[in-house]
């Protein structure tokens, strides 16, 4: 719809987890459904190459592209909101731009020239920024810059999008500040300083906001717009008020009361037309009005921050509303779980979802979940580490491998039913090295998941080092589970199931990460309704008992 590829910039002030992230995939969900091809990037300012090394009480969960990059969680919102994938072009970081500096240096490339911020970083920036929108791809790029206005690490940021805004023209690229208009509940007023304060320093930069978005508990009044407007250089109806809704998949329409998409494509010269939320509106209806409900119990060790299974969280919104159920998430510690008090735990649950992770804290907790689901017939979805699990519960309890376990938890265990991989034994360095991105898989006729995917052949995104060690498989497959999923160019078991059991399926790879609200996994779609069924069987069950 336009040739040349326009740009906008989203950048905090006053707090960070204000939403820039939500508010970016909101815009670009509007202009989506006016017609616009359009992408959403992040600039993260921290020096950490990509969030793969990170703990995810640091940063929430890593988020992996098709193409194998680890990025920061805010490109899950990217993709849910967008349907679009992601890619290493997606996110950009301070350490991977500091990086591709340092080694055009290295290799002679600024030779007799002092490398310095200005122009070599801001340069490298510039280039990032628009490697997607010179692609030919996209209409509109929104960038959003991780981090607060005067923080130190994102100085550098501020300074190229004043240079792009300069470099670019008027009417091709424009800022939108997200900013916080506090409360006071002891004087009862919404107070606009600390806007006013953040638009300064925002400006002392060189840089003018083009838009605000003001983060409130409140209504904002129309004097209080027209205040903001005066003091921070914005036009009235560009002050946007993004009040708190009771979920982010509200925002978009929110937004679009607001006049958000109207007000951004006047400023960049486009046409506004209407934008068409049918598809969404209705997933929002489902969500909303739910004919039943769920229990599901997430088994992890990062359950105290929900961000560390923010993709897993999503995938179950997506799934319930596409059952018209309400999923609700039971979250249990996996440290605390025993076989003492497992029973206790999980009996009143209709499915358990045991999660990824790393090392061996919680572990043992894992396995005797998943003991407890299999015995008794609940229905179990294991993710990456939580497919490990199921393997080695099987392997100690059926096939009587009491020692069985993996080599990422006991190096010398005498029956390593998960090793690690092959092309893993030589790699010492930890980031970027796992397995990482989208991967084949074929699958076996008559399984569950041949059913669930309704195809022989799919592509899933992984990010692991261990695998099912395939010198067991067949004494494995003989007692009863079954390996369903597999690469076809290594033999890697990708999905395990066992088919006398209600439901019960473990995959090696993350099939929450391709989870959208236009297409609900179907892997979570059918354990939902597994849980379901086995909540409707069960209270079946006890009304003819009674």
Same mark, same amino acid.
């Given at each position: 719809?336009?040739?040349?590829?326009?740009?906008?910039?989203?950048?905090?002030?006053?707090?960070?987890?204000?939403?820039?992230?939500?508010?970016?995939?909101?815009?670009?969900?509007?202009? *989506?459904?006016?017609?616009?091809?359009?992408?959403?990037?992040?600039?993260?300012?921290?020096?950490?190459?990509?969030?793969?090394?990170?703990?995810?009480?640091?940063?929430?969960?890593?988020?992996?592209?098709?193409?194998?990059?680890?990025?920061?969680?805010?490109?899950?919102?990217?993709?849910?909101?967008?349907?679009?994938?992601?890619?290493?072009?997606?996110?950009?970081?301070?350490?991977?731009?500091?990086?591709?500096? +340092?080694?055009?240096?290295?290799?002679?490339?600024?030779?007799?020239?002092?490398?310095?911020?200005?122009?070599?970083?801001?340069?490298?920036?510039?280039?990032?920024?628009?490697?997607?929108?010179?692609?030919?791809?996209?209409?509109?790029?929104?960038?959003?810059?991780?981090?607060?206005?005067?923080?130190?690490?994102?100085?550098?940021?501020?300074?190229?999008?004043?240079?792009?805004?300069?470099?670019?023209?008027?009417?091709?690229?424009?800022?939108?500040?997200?900013?916080?208009?506090?409360?006071?509940?002891?004087?009862?007023?919404?107070?606009?300083?600390?806007?006013?304060?953040?638009?300064?320093?925002?400006?002392?930069?060189?840089?003018?906001?083009?838009?605000?978005?003001?983060?409130?508990?409140?209504?904002?009044?129309?004097?209080?717009?027209?205040?903001?407007?005066?003091?921070?250089?914005?036009?009235?109806?560009?002050?946007?008020?993004? +009040?708190?809704?009771?979920?982010?998949?509200?925002?978009?329409?929110?937004?679009?009361?607001?006049?958000?998409?109207?007000?951004?494509?006047?400023?960049?010269?486009?046409?506004?037309?209407?934008?068409?939320?049918?598809?969404?509106?209705?997933?929002?209806?489902?969500?909303?009005?739910?004919?039943?409900?769920?229990?599901?119990?997430? +088994?992890?060790?990062?359950?105290?921050?929900?961000?560390?299974?923010?993709?897993?969280?999503?995938?179950?919104?997506?799934?319930?509303?596409?059952?018209?159920?309400?999923?609700?998430?039971?979250?249990?510690?996996?440290?605390?779980?025993?076989?003492?008090?497992?029973?206790?735990?999980?009996?009143?649950?209709?499915?358990?979802?045991?999660?990824?992770?790393?090392?061996?804290?919680?572990?043992?907790?894992?396995?005797?979940?998943?003991?407890?689901?299999?015995?008794?017939?609940?229905?179990?979805?294991? &993710?990456?580490?939580?497919?490990?699990?199921?393997?080695?519960?099987?392997?100690?309890?059926?096939?009587?491998?009491?020692?069985?376990?993996?080599?990422?938890?006991?190096?010398?265990?005498?029956?390593?039913? &998960?090793?690690?991989?092959?092309?893993?034994?030589?790699?010492?360095?930890?980031?970027?090295?796992?397995?990482?991105?989208?991967?084949?898989?074929?699958?076996?006729?008559?399984?569950?998941?041949?059913?669930?995917?309704?195809?022989?052949? &799919?592509?899933?995104?992984?990010?692991?080092?261990?695998?099912?060690?395939?010198?067991?498989?067949?004494?494995?497959?003989?007692?009863?589970?079954?390996?369903?999923?597999?690469?076809?160019?290594?033999?890697?078991?990708?999905?395990?199931? &066992?088919?006398?059991?209600?439901?019960?399926?473990?995959? *090696?790879?993350?099939?929450?990460?391709?989870?959208?609200?236009?297409?609900?996994?179907?892997?979570?779609?059918?354990?939902?309704?597994?849980?379901?069924?086995?909540?409707?069987?069960?209270?079946?069950?006890?009304?003819?008992?009674?």
């Amino acid at each position: 719809m336009t040739t040349t590829t326009k740009y906008i910039f989203v950048t905090g002030g006053v707090t960070s987890s204000l939403g820039k992230g939500i508010i970016a995939a909101s815009l670009a969900k509007l202009l *989506q459904a006016q017609g616009y091809r359009t992408t959403i990037q992040k600039l993260d300012p921290y020096i950490n190459v990509d969030p793969g090394t990170l703990n995810p009480y640091e940063h929430g969960e890593c988020y992996v592209t098709d193409d194998g990059a680890e990025t920061d969680l805010d490109l899950g919102h990217y993709e849910r909101f967008l349907n679009v994938p992601t890619s290493q072009s997606n996110n950009v970081t301070t350490g991977r731009i500091y990086q591709s500096v +340092i080694e055009k240096e290295r290799r002679g490339e600024f030779l007799g020239k002092t490398v310095q911020v200005i122009p070599h970083i801001t340069d490298e920036i510039k280039h990032r920024v628009q490697i997607l929108g010179k692609s030919g791809d996209y209409d509109i790029v929104i960038t959003e810059i991780g981090g607060t206005v005067g923080d130190i690490e994102s100085l550098p940021y501020v300074e190229a999008v004043r240079q792009l805004k300069w470099e670019l023209g008027e009417n091709n690229a424009i800022v939108i500040h997200l900013t916080l208009i506090p409360y006071l509940s002891a004087a009862g007023e919404l107070k606009t300083k600390p806007t006013q304060h953040s638009v300064k320093t925002l400006m002392e930069s060189g840089v003018m906001a083009d838009v605000l978005v003001c983060r409130t508990e409140h209504e904002l009044p129309e004097d209080l717009r027209q205040k903001l407007a005066k003091f921070c250089n914005v036009r009235p109806e560009a002050v946007i008020q993004s +009040i708190d809704a009771s979920t982010i998949y509200d925002v978009p329409n929110l937004m679009l009361d607001e006049g958000l998409d109207k007000v951004v494509l006047k400023k960049l010269a486009l046409d506004n037309s209407h934008a068409d939320l049918t598809q969404w509106n209705q997933f929002l209806t489902r969500h909303k009005n739910p004919k039943g409900e769920v229990t599901i119990g997430l +088994i992890g060790k990062y359950v105290e921050l929900q961000d560390s299974y923010k993709s897993i969280l999503e995938a179950f919104i997506h799934a319930g509303a596409e059952n018209e159920v309400k999923v609700k998430i039971e979250s249990i510690h996996s440290e605390y779980l025993t076989s003492d008090n497992a029973a206790q735990q999980l009996k009143h649950l209709h499915g358990v979802l045991v999660a990824p992770g790393f090392g061996e804290r919680g572990i043992e907790g894992k396995i005797d979940a998943v003991r407890y689901v299999r015995e008794n017939n609940i229905p179990f979805l294991g &993710i990456c580490l939580g497919m490990q699990m199921a393997v080695i519960e099987y392997s100690r309890n059926v096939l009587g491998l009491k020692d069985a376990n993996s080599t990422e938890m006991n190096a010398s265990t005498a029956n390593p039913v &998960i090793d690690l991989m092959e092309s893993q034994k030589t790699i010492t360095d930890k980031g970027g090295t796992m397995r990482l991105g989208a991967w084949d898989c074929e699958l076996l006729d008559g399984s569950i998941s041949k059913e669930v995917y309704q195809t022989n052949a &799919i592509k899933e995104r992984h990010r692991h080092r261990y695998e099912f060690n395939n010198d067991y498989k067949q004494q494995i497959e003989t007692a009863g589970m079954k390996a369903t999923g597999l690469n076809p160019e290594t033999g890697l078991v990708e999905i395990i199931e &066992i088919p006398d059991h209600n439901w019960f399926v473990g995959v *090696q790879y993350h099939p929450e990460y391709k989870s959208t609200v236009a297409n609900p996994h179907p892997l979570f779609v059918a354990f939902v309704k597994a849980a379901l069924n086995f909540k409707t069987n069960n209270n079946s069950v006890s009304m003819a008992q009674n």
